[in-house]
């Protein structure tokens, strides 16, 4: 654990032209626009969502409601490994472009959807643009970026991002409520426009290497279809499903025999989409580990917190949400002061610690929370847990972004999220099978058959009977705990590998300079400078 390796970049003669202050200033408030409409997007449609099934379809709307999220999810993070790779091929500006003209025609035919299965073929579209919104934009951002100023700005990036996947319902129940559920997509048009001229004004980078790589098309279908069986296997699982029926082992086993497959062709095409070489990386292969981890146990924990407070504390949804403004402000607080810290000091492995000792200590006290817990209490506790989270969000992207060559920073940045995303996914099931398993070995037989013996199943367990009413919620608070002190046990593990990731500072440089740029008026099959 020494301290940050410096690298040097070797500035160009011949790059791209230079980008004034000013122009790096709109583009980067450009960037954190996208980054606030991707995370707004994860969650605004949430709080519409009856009113959007009743509106376009009162019959069968409420059966296939599920769907607008669970495709959005699929199409969003499986396209995320493809879209770094083709930024590190064509250049982030003109993927950006892509992935934003298509998330904004999503948004648009969502608005004028007319039923509910064109809404979701639509949000299909908008998840498939929303796939490179973040990454790639985050890749503009490093590139852009002295390491020092990178820090900052992805600070104030994990900031949105994170307020903003809070602040969602929140946007969608007022918008929703005084103008129209159909304006939860239109509000996407204005700023993503805006965000979208900005960048083809200003924006001058290396358009790509300067031979055309193949792009991987059977790795990006193959990573794709494992990334999108096991997210489904998630969200089907214990809810639709019981784990142990046919159609979720037999997908189980159809996501692990995708991805061993992913794995064997990667390390056989000679342009992968997913190069196995950055693992011989010391950075990138200790923090893609903490990533899954991380993903595992603190990631999906939020995801129980509003079943605690609506089982176990009689709170209604519209309250129950309220207790995730703490998380938020916790969240917001950390995430900028510790993109400041590491600009200031050029360290940043002691903020990975320390966030992840403080998710660890939010763990253990959400572990030890009863049906009598103080409200403040349960605040501070949500604070920490969001102040750990703000110090992890985009520091472990951070790391990668300052250890990788520039020509793979768009595959390693996307990776690193891509990962993160597929722990949260697989936490949130893990941690979800642990609660339902605890909660029905606490539970006399004929209370179990009453319930179903699915957590799920608990909406109206104030409508009980008072006898069987405290025994369900004493044992869903028992299972509660065994859940998160496992989480907690768990996010040990991301303790002890925070203290292993070797902090690597390059210059002062951006990284576009360390890319070779491409001069004007390249041969065909080769790419000129982006924008010029």
């Given at each position: 654990m020494s301290g940050p390796t410096t690298t040097t970049a070797k500035q160009t003669p011949d790059g791209p032209r230079a980008m004034s202050p000013n122009m790096i200033k709109w583009i980067s408030a450009s960037a954190l626009g996208t980054l606030l409409l991707a995370s707004l997007d994860q969650t605004i449609v949430g709080s519409a969502a009856w009113t959007i099934a009743r509106d376009l379809d009162p019959q069968q709307g409420l059966r296939l409601l599920p769907w607008l999220f669970t495709v959005y999810l699929l199409a969003s993070t499986a396209t995320q490994p493809l879209y770094g790779k083709l930024s590190d091929v064509f250049g982030?500006?003109?993927?950006?472009?892509?992935?934003?003209?298509?998330?904004?025609?999503?948004?648009?035919?969502?608005?004028?959807?007319?039923?509910?299965?064109?809404?979701?073929?639509?949000?299909?579209?908008?998840?498939?643009?929303?796939?490179?919104l973040v990454g790639v934009t985050l890749v503009i951002v490093a590139m852009i970026s002295p390491p020092k100023d990178r820090a900052r700005r992805s600070g104030l990036g994990g900031a949105i991002i994170g307020g903003g996947s809070v602040a969602g319902p929140l946007v969608g129940g007022v918008v929703s409520e005084h103008l129209s559920w159909r304006g939860l997509f239109y509000i996407n048009l204005p700023l993503g426009i805006a965000a979208l001229a900005v960048m083809l004004y200003a924006l001058r980078l290396p358009a790509g290497r300067r031979r055309r790589e193949p792009v991987d098309i059977l790795g990006?279908?193959?990573?794709?279809?494992?990334?999108?069986?096991?997210?489904?296997?998630?969200?089907?699982?214990?809810?639709?499903?019981?784990?142990?029926?046919?159609?979720?082992?037999?997908?189980?086993?159809?996501?692990?025999?995708?991805?061993?497959?992913?794995?064997?062709?990667?390390?056989?095409?000679?342009?992968?989409?997913?190069?196995?070489?950055?693992?011989r990386n010391p950075v990138y292969r200790t923090v893609t580990p903490l990533q899954i981890v991380t993903g595992l146990a603190v990631m999906s924990a939020?995801?129980?917190?509003?079943?605690?407070?609506?089982?176990?504390?009689?709170?209604?949804?519209?309250?129950?949400?309220?207790?995730?403004?703490p998380l938020a402000v916790g969240l917001v607080l950390f995430s900028t002061s510790g993109g400041?810290?590491?600009?200031?000091?050029?360290?940043?492995?002691?903020?990975?610690?320390?966030?992840?000792?403080?998710?660890?200590a939010a763990l253990v006290l959400l572990g030890t929370l009863g049906t009598h817990t103080s409200s403040w209490v349960?605040?501070?506790?949500?604070?920490?847990?969001?102040?750990?989270?703000?110090?992890?969000?985009?520091?472990?992207?951070?790391?990668?972004?300052?250890?990788?060559?520039?020509?793979?920073?768009?595959?390693?940045?996307?990776?690193?999220?891509?990962?993160?995303?597929?722990?949260?996914?697989?936490?949130?099931?893990?941690?979800?099978?642990?609660?339902?398993?605890?909660?029905?070995?606490?539970?006399p037989q004929d209370v179990q058959d009453q319930l179903g013996g699915n957590v799920a199943n608990l909406g109206s367990v104030q409508q009980l009977p008072d006898s069987v009413r405290e025994t369900v919620v004493d044992a869903f608070v028992s299972a509660n705990h065994v859940m998160y002190l496992t989480a907690a046990a768990v996010s040990v593990i991301a303790v002890a590998l925070s203290f292993f990731v070797k902090e690597t500072m390059q210059d002062a440089q951006p990284n576009w300079a360390q890319a070779k740029p491409e001069p004007t008026g390249a041969k065909a099959g080769e790419a000129g400078p982006e924008g010029a």
């Open positions: 982030p500006k003109r993927v950006f472009v892509f992935a934003t003209s298509l998330f904004l025609v999503g948004s648009m035919l969502c608005g004028i959807a007319q039923d509910m299965t064109q809404l979701i073929v639509f949000r299909g579209i908008q998840g498939l643009g929303a796939g490179g990006a279908v193959l990573i794709a279809a494992a990334a999108s069986v096991i997210l489904l296997v998630t969200d089907w699982g214990g809810t639709k499903y019981s784990w142990t029926s046919p159609l979720i082992l037999a997908m189980g086993l159809g996501g692990v025999l995708l991805s061993a497959l992913f794995i064997w062709w990667e390390l056989r095409t000679p342009a992968p989409i997913l190069p196995l070489s950055l693992f939020p995801v129980y917190l509003a079943t605690y407070m609506q089982i176990a504390r009689a709170q209604t949804p519209t309250s129950s949400a309220l207790f995730t403004v400041m810290w590491i600009s200031r000091f050029g360290r940043y492995r002691m903020v990975l610690v320390i966030g992840n000792m403080l998710c660890t349960i605040a501070v506790d949500l604070f920490l847990l969001g102040a750990g989270l703000g110090g992890l969000m985009q520091v472990s992207v951070l790391a990668v972004q300052n250890a990788v060559e520039a020509h793979q920073l768009g595959v390693a940045t996307t990776s690193v999220r891509f990962l993160g995303r597929m722990g949260q996914a697989l936490g949130t099931a893990l941690l979800g099978v642990l609660l339902n398993a605890s909660f029905n070995s606490r539970l």
